[in-house]
C-alpha cells in the first residue's frame, strides 16, 4: 500500500489525475475503473484539462463504472450514467461505445450481473480502478458485511448510504433503495487500485480502513491486501493516521 498525501482536495486531484494519466500514456488502450460521487470531481477536472491541452488521448481508452442505481434510465440526471457523461466523457475524445455500466433499468438482475461481469471479462480485466471511500468504509457499493462479495451483484442501500446520498435527490424517498455494482473480487483483480479521499470527515473511516484489521465489517480494508494500491488523501482525511 502507498500513501500519498497531498494539501487539499485540489493537490490530491492533481496527484490522482497524474496517476491515470500516466496510465493512459503507457498503454493507450487502456481499460479504466471509473467512479463517481464528489471525490473524483476534481480529478476527472484536470484529465480534461490535460485533454484540452493535447497532453492525453482517450480515442483507444475503454472504461467501465463500479456502480449504477436500479430504476434509474441513463438519462436520468442521478444515474451514474449521466454522471459519467457530464464529468467526464462529453469533454474528452473517448469512443461512448468503449465506455460500460451497468444497466440501472434492466430487470432481470441475476441477468444484468452476469452480463456486466463478461464486458469486464472480454476486456481483459482492468488495469487501473478509480475509487472513492464511503463513511462506512464502501467502496463501489459494497457495504458493510459478514463476507467480501465477489462479482457484479445487486446491493440493498443501507440508511446511511441513502442519507448520504439525498443531497442530490429532490427528496429523500427518490434516492433508490438498490444499485448494481461490482464486487470485491473484480476490484480486487484490478492491476492497479487508486483511491481519492478529501475531508476531515473521512478522517476516522481512513484510519479504520488502513490502519486497522482487514474485515468485511470495513469493505476498503481489503484493500490492504492488494498488490498495487495508492491511497491519494489530503491532509484533512489523515489527520487521524501517522504518515512518513
Same mark, same amino acid.
Given at each position: 500500500?502507498? #500513501? ?64 449504477? $442505481?436500479?430504476?434509474? @434510465?441513463? %438519462? ?9 457523461? %457530464? ?11 468503449? /465506455? ?11 441477468? %444484468?450481473?452476469?452480463? $456486466? ?27 458493510? *458485511? *459478514? /463476507? ?9 442501500? /443501507?440508511?446511511? /448510504? ?9 427528496? #429523500?424517498? %427518490? ?10 473480487? @473484480? ?27 482487514? @474485515? ?11 498488490? *498495487? ?13 501517522? @504518515?512518513?
Amino acid at each position: 500500500m502507498k #500513501i500519498i498525501k497531498a494539501k487539499d482536495y485540489a493537490e490530491m486531484s492533481r496527484k490522482a489525475a497524474n496517476i491515470i494519466s500516466a496510465q493512459v500514456i503507457m498503454k493507450p488502450d487502456c481499460v479504466l475503473g471509473l467512479a463517481t460521487g464528489s471525490s473524483p470531481i476534481g480529478t476527472y477536472k484536470q484529465l480534461i484539462e490535460w485533454y484540452e491541452k493535447g497532453d492525453l488521448d482517450f480515442s483507444a481508452v475503454k472504461s467501465v463504472n463500479l456502480d449504477e $442505481y436500479k430504476g434509474l @434510465t441513463a %438519462e436520468h440526471d442521478q444515474s451514474y450514467a449521466y454522471f459519467m457523461y %457530464e464529468n467526464l466523457f462529453k469533454h474528452i475524445n473517448i469512443d461512448m461505445a468503449n /465506455t460500460n455500466l451497468p444497466n440501472g433499468m434492466a430487470e432481470d438482475a441475476d441477468a %444484468e450481473c452476469a452480463r $456486466y461481469n463478461g464486458v469486464i471479462d472480454s476486456l481483459g480485466g482492468i488495469d487501473l480502478q478509480l475509487l472513492g471511500l464511503g463513511h462506512n468504509g464502501h467502496i463501489g457499493f459494497n457495504e458493510p *458485511d *459478514d /463476507t467480501f462479495p465477489t462479482l457484479t451483484h445487486l446491493v440493498t442501500l /443501507t440508511q446511511s /448510504t441513502i442519507n448520504a446520498n439525498s443531497r442530490l435527490f429532490a427528496s #429523500i424517498d %427518490e434516492v433508490p433503495g438498490y444499485a448494481f455494482t461490482m464486487g470485491i473480487q @473484480t476490484i480486487m483483480q484490478a492491476k492497479k487500485v487508486l483511491m481519492v479521499v478529501s475531508g476531515a470527515d473521512k478522517a476516522d473511516i481512513v484510519a479504520k480502513a488502513f490502519f486497522g484489521p482487514v @474485515t468485511p465489517q470495513v469493505p476498503a480494508s481489503v484493500l490492504q491486501l492488494h498488490s *498495487d494500491f495508492t491511497l491519494v488523501a489530503d491532509e484533512a482525511a489523515l489527520s487521524k493516521v501517522v @504518515t512518513a
